[in-house]
């Protein structure tokens, strides 16, 4: 191998053309997954699995919410390649006394560091393809992100999480140890920086924590990107963060790296490592007291299941059919015939919601319908709910409806809007939204409505609203509910 490397022709004597060690050595660690089964299985399948919880179960197949997800999914397939894929692979190779073959050829640390990194790339970006692909064909994902930002943000993210698992494989002295350090760091970012709960749910002081952690600034980029519709250089500093981290764990991982296991770290080098999160510390400190970032997060969030919706104005308000504007005379005995609140029986006498008809209601109309009480939520929707639920038939003889819509505004606190079918069949499209004190015009899809038969006494419909999130007490006013 030494006499390969040092060979001053411009090809190899089998013919092939000479490149750089680090190259080679990056495409036969790819050979390497492409040989493997259960290799192929977590580096190109098993992200999809998560693709299909998050769009198909969480989001409920709306593409909007999949949008939403999309970032998250994407962070994840990224984090998990950089910590449990690239990191442990430098443990594992150093253990088995695999990079001793490297050592006699005229190769430093930087070169295998460097070749290690591009096989993970190499290797990211036909799964992020494979994931776009798959969500835009069976969640009919719109694609609302630039391809070359998409590169761009998956290109960072990737080097970022690279430097995390290098650094952690450069100071951990065995497999076991390595495994520790990526857990603990895995299962904080995992839960605390938006890629399994969204942020706005949780609680304000995890929202603050999470500024420090690097992946909350990969999904709330995407997100902004692909549901808000913003630029990437409206995120200038979240990505500058990112390259300096993924730089500092480059550094430190060709600083630290070992060809032998019995090489150890001493402690001294352990401590100087911890300088990778610096970055983190000045920037979450920096967006703490000076950024918008819980603002920025709830608008994505309120927006990520709804269609096109106007503040202050109805321009969609003269199509479809008016189901409920709350303007009879007799309005508030209607709405204790036709509408039901309830609660959870486990938070029976903690739980309270209750309805009633105010004043004025949306883009200037007489009344509108209050839905407030006290929600004892713990866990999102799960426990303690408060439901208001209006039961109403589907008109005879309408063709082409394609959903429900409605107005609303209330307090920033998370809701829940469902539409349940009489048929059990048939899916119950879902929506969550965050409202805030100006209306909003919100639509629920529900392709099925347009092939529902009408008989009388018609198709029964439920339209649900219920309050989620932490204990507390809620607000939410309604008007104007038509099908479109």
Known sequence: ??????????????????????????????????????????????PLIFLFVYA???????????????????????MGSGFFGLGLQ?????????????????????SMVFSSLLANYLLELPTIAMLVTCAMLFFHMPLKINP???????????????????????????????????NVVWFALLFLSGVTVPLPVLPDWIQGFAAFLPATYLVSTFQ???????????????????????????????????WEKEEKISNRAKL??????????????WMNKYGNLRATWKETYSLMSQGPFSHGQHESAVNGILLNDFENSDESELVLKTWQVSTDANAAGRALGELEVISP?????EHALRFQGHDESTAGFDRGYVAARYPFPLPAGVPNLRGVQFDVQGDTRLFQVTLTP????????????????????????????????????????????RAGGPPGDFTLDIDEIRLY
């Open 422 to 465: 009489q048929d059990s069949s048939l899916p119950a499209p879902t929506l969550t939204l965050i409202p805030n004190s100006a209306w909003q015009t919100v639509r629920l899809p529900a392709a099925w409505l347009a092939t529902l038969p009408a008989s009388p006494p018609g198709n029964k419909l439920v339209l649900e609203f």
């Open 90 to 110: 430098s443990v594992m190779q150093r253990e088995r006394g695999s990079l001793r073959r490297y050592r006699l050829a005229p190769l430093g640390p930087g």
């Open 148 to 182: 070359l930002a998409l590169l761009v943000l998956v290109t960072v993210g990737t080097f970022a999480f690279a430097g995390f698992g290098l650094t952690i494989a450069s100071i951990a002295n065995t497999m076991q140890e390595a495994q520790v350090y990526n």
């Open 224 to 258: 902004a990107i692909m549901v808000n519709g913003q630029s990437l250089f409206d995120h200038k500093a979240e990505m500058m963060v990112l390259v300096i981290s993924g730089t500092f764990g480059f550094l430190f991982a060709w600083k630290l790296f070992r």
């Open 1 to 46: 191998m030494a006499k390969y490397l040092n060979d001053p022709m411009n090809k190899w004597p089998d013919g092939s053309i000479k490149m750089i060690p680090s190259i080679r050595i990056a495409l036969m660690s790819i050979k390497l997954v492409m040989r493997t089964k259960a290799a192929l299985f977590f580096t190109f399948f098993f």
């Open 56 to 78: 198909g179960i969480f989001a409920h197949g709306n593409p909007q919410a999949v949008v939403y997800m999309f970032g998250p999914v994407v962070t994840l397939n990224i």
């Open 272 to 285: 100087v490592s911890i300088a990778f999160i610096v970055p983190f510390l000045a920037m979450g400190v």
């Open 361 to 365: 209601g949306s883009d200037g109309t």
